[in-house]
């Protein structure tokens, strides 16, 4: 989850992380209640204030719930 100015990821493409790589699934714009301790959770944090601790950064507004999954890079 990030609050953006607007959504900065696309749907289909893959990022680098360190040694592997993340598959963008989906991008939901949400609203602060969709916020939920269970979200929160799920998504690998303690809970809401943890979460926010982390997704609230820079000028943005708009809350962006990013789904994604890791992708092994192959080395040759």
């Known amino acids: 989850m990030r ?3 607007g959504a900065r990821v696309t749907v289909g493409r893959r990022y680098p992380m360190e040694d592997e790589q ?3 699934d989906s991008v939901e714009l949400i ?3 969709s916020i939920t301790p269970d979200l929160a959770r ?3 944090f303690l809970g809401v204030l943890d979460l926010l601790t982390v997704a ?3 000028k943005g507004e ?3 719930l990013v789904r994604f ?3 092994a890079v192959k080395l040759v």
Request: negative net charge; glycine residues 14%; without cysteine.
């Open 31 to 33: 609203g602060l209640p």
């Open 62 to 64: 708009k809350i962006y």
């Open 3 to 5: 609050f953006w100015l």
């Open 42 to 44: 799920e998504s690998g």
């Open 69 to 71: 999954h890791f992708v």
């Open 56 to 58: 609230i950064h820079g």
């Open 22 to 24: 993340i598959e963008v």
